[in-house]
């Protein structure tokens, strides 16, 4: 969530515990920042249970709701003028910096060189369309071959463009560049095989515009 984002939706709190936070205690020079919306969700026997909604620069809506106590244990309310400049540099730096660098922690994923998706706003995808069955085999090899010490789960996902649709696999990046390889000729599959599989599109998610991302 952008900091123009954060501050529109601003507008719309008034309560006296709702607006920006930053955390009391720094990471490596730097403080956590997020926006906390006053909500109220019903418990057990209907009982009125006073939460908030947390918005965060590097995710947007954070999934699960805090209570007051915990939000106040942890951060401390501060103006708009304060909060910026902690908001806009984890906004920015989520383009391309996982959460682990981000607050000078070591990343168990760049250290071997592969890319770490934690906290990134902005995500590459690669999907694997056409006629997958025709390499299905090579594909499996692949992917299983990618993450030996990992359980290897298979997705079939549909990503939806503004002009586009696409049905395919979820490739890891760990294994693009070798499925590009075998695709391109240089692994076992026929000459057949590879003429009638034409496709390997790399498309790209991101939380800031637009396009929708389901998996299934």
């Keep these: 969530m952008s900091w123009e984002d954060a501050e529109t939706r601003l507008q719309d ?26 909500d109220v969700v019903l418990g057990t026997q209907n009982r009125r249970k006073d939460m908030y909604i ?14 007051l106590s915990s939000l106040q244990s942890k951060y401390e309310k501060v103006t708009p003028e304060v909060a910026k400049e902690s ?59 990618s993450a030996p010490n990992a359980d290897v789960k298979i997705q079939v996902v549909r990503v939806r463009g503004s002009n586009f649709k696409i049905i395919g696999l979820l490739v890891p990046n760990t294994s693009v560049t070798a499925l590009k390889k075998c695709l391109e000729g240089e692994g076992s599959l026929s000459a057949t095989a ?16 637009e396009d929708e991302f389901g998996c299934y």
């Design 194 to 209: 590879i003429k009638q599989y034409n496709q390997l599109l790399k498309n790209e998610n991101s939380s800031d515009d």
């Design 54 to 67: 947390i918005y965060r620069p590097h995710i947007g809506l954070q999934p699960s709701r805090e209570y």
């Design 87 to 145: 908001w806009e540099a984890q906004y920015v730096s989520s383009n391309s910096l996982c959460s682990h660098l981000y607050w000078g922690r070591t990343c168990k994923n760049n250290l071997i060189g592969n890319d770490c998706q934690i906290g990134i706003r902005r995500r590459t995808m690669h999907v694997l369309s056409g006629s997958v069955l025709l390499v299905w085999t090579e594909v499996e090899r692949i992917l299983v071959d």
């Design 13 to 38: 709190l008034n309560g006296e515990h709702e607006g920006f936070y930053l955390a009391t205690k720094d990471i490596d020079g730097r403080r956590q920042c997020l926006l906390a919306a006053h």
